[in-house]
């Protein structure tokens, strides 16, 4: 069974960072993409970016290339998402996805999210 | 950028009634194009991939049509457990949701 366990909910500091982690299980962690998507209270869904755990490939939505930095470790089977200097804007859930075939393709399992909470 | 607009926002209908929900698009998306269905506090689920196809386990009740820019989900008899919000997803080129449709019982 493929699941994608995400941890738990962080608290950050105005202008510091948080990595938040997404653990695969039930298929090859190299054989697919993991996407990235941000849900701010209230709101729709935002497209972060994707990485291709194999070759450590990645694409990032323009308005996260700054933000967002997304990794791979193939011996963890882990994707990672580590966002900086966090503004009040960075409070949101943030799911990981994985793509069903490559990265022009749909997003056939979802982590539980987890809840980023930016506060002083 | 492709921009993705899902109408209407919200929709209120009835145990029973047909359902139709729309998606278009700025340009051509070539059928590149998902449906994901959101209840509250959970995570979204793919209902329908490549514009018309259904993914296992979904119910047949849920179908998805168009080409070009228009797209539509139809849901042929409303049941409650279907009280969701509901994204198109394009990944013809970039990757993009629309806003949402919000779907409540009337």
């Known amino acids: 069974e493929v699941q994608l366990q995400q941890s738990g909910p962080e608290v950050g500091r105005p202008g510091s960072s948080v990595k938040i982690s997404c653990k695969a299980s039930?298929?090859?962690?190299?054989?697919?993409?993991m996407n990235w998507v941000k849900q701010s209270p209230g709101q729709g869904l935002e497209w972060i970016g994707w990485i291709d755990p194999e070759y450590g490939s990645t694409d990032y939505a323009e308005k996260f290339k700054k933000k967002a930095t997304l990794t791979a470790d193939t011996s963890s089977n882990t994707a990672y998402i580590q966002l900086s200097s966090l503004t009040s804007e960075d409070t949101a859930t943030y799911f990981c996805?994985?793509?069903?075939?490559?990265?022009?393709?749909?997003?056939?399992?979802w982590g539980q999210g987890v809840m980023v909470t930016v506060s002083s | 950028d492709i921009q993705m607009t899902q109408s209407p926002p919200v929709l209120s209908a009835s145990v029973g009634d047909r359902v139709t929900l729309s998606c278009k698009a700025s340009q051509n998306i070539n059928k590149n194009l998902d449906w994901y269905q959101q209840k509250h506090g959970e995570a979204p689920k793919l209902l329908i991939y490549y514009t018309n196809n259904l993914q296992t386990g979904i119910p047949s009740r849920f179908s998805g049509s168009g080409s070009g820019t228009d797209y539509t989900l139809t849901i042929s008899s409303l049941q409650p457990e279907d009280v969701a919000t509901y994204y198109c997803y394009q990944y013809n080129s970039g990757w993009t949701f629309g806003g949402g449709t919000k779907l409540e019982l009337k």
């Open positions: 996805a994985r793509s069903t075939e490559g990265i022009v393709s749909s997003l056939d399992y």
């Open positions: 039930g298929y090859t962690f190299t054989d697919y993409v």
